[in-house]
């Protein structure tokens, strides 16, 4: 079956770090792919996404590349901020609909003044 | 943009009581919700998918009769832990489609069962 593995956090930077977080995917199929945010106390929210291979999500200074090579989505920001804080999801969504959405464990980072 | 939202944000009642979780889209229809429960540490699990006007579609494993999902309306699907215990305990999250976001996510509902 399609699973999703992230790298395991908590993730801990000083503010303006390079930021990395891993996500690597087992699917059948194209599925679309999704980096997910959670701030303390809320629910999810959509970062970014990729419906293709070699197609490039961005938003708020993060980029993830869909490679269908290495079968990964890797989630990096330039320069990060302590509002950045958060805990981050890697997600499949395959043909088969909603029901279908696969999450990865979630990375925690934690951004330093 | 579209919002769904969830009702009450946390709760804490005693072992043996019901809890109701309710979750509504607030700017459109949502014909499908999905109820999920998140673990510490771990990734969230779905536990049903909830569609308007028919029963609830519940994944493996899933008391149903514990985890009572009602979708009476377009915008309203509610989720109520019966004869909750300490082992419910959990942090439940809603969504429903958002087309080409894939999902919208309520703001989570933290249940504390002493």
């Known amino acids: 079956g399609d699973s999703v593995t992230q790298m395991e956090g908590p993730v801990t930077l000083s503010e303006e770090a390079f930021l990395t977080i891993n996500c690597t995917y087992t699917a059948t199929g194209y599925p679309s792919l999704f980096w997910y945010v959670q701030y303390p106390g809320e629910g999810l929210q959509l970062l970014l996404k990729?419906?293709?291979?070699?197609d490039k999500g961005s938003n708020k200074g993060f980029e993830a590349t869909y490679r269908k090579e290495t079968t990964s989505f890797h989630l990096e920001k330039g320069s990060v901020q302590v509002s950045d804080s958060a805990v981050y999801f890697c997600a499949l969504i395959h043909s088969g609909g909603y029901q279908k959405v696969t999450f990865g464990t979630g990375t925690k980072l934690q951004v330093i003044p | 943009g579209a919002v769904v939202s969830q009702h009450p944000s946390w709760v804490i009642c005693k072992s043996g009581t019901s809890v109701k979780i309710e979750c509504r889209s607030l700017?459109?229809?949502?014909?499908?919700m999905f109820w999920y429960r998140q673990f510490p540490k771990q990734s969230l699990m779905l536990m049903a998918t909830s569609n308007e006007g028919s029963k609830a579609t519940y994944e493996q494993g899933v008391e149903k009769d514990k985890f009572l999902i009602n979708h009476a309306s377009l915008t309203l699907s509610t989720l109520t832990v019966t004869s909750a215990h300490p082992e419910d305990s959990s942090f439940y999250i809603c969504?429903?489609?958002?087309?080409?976001?894939?999902?919208?996510f309520g703001e989570g509902s933290r249940l504390t069962v002493l």
């Open positions: 969504s429903a489609p958002g087309g080409a976001e894939g999902l919208f």
């Open positions: 990729a419906t293709k291979a070699d």
């Open positions: 700017d459109f229809q949502a014909t499908t």
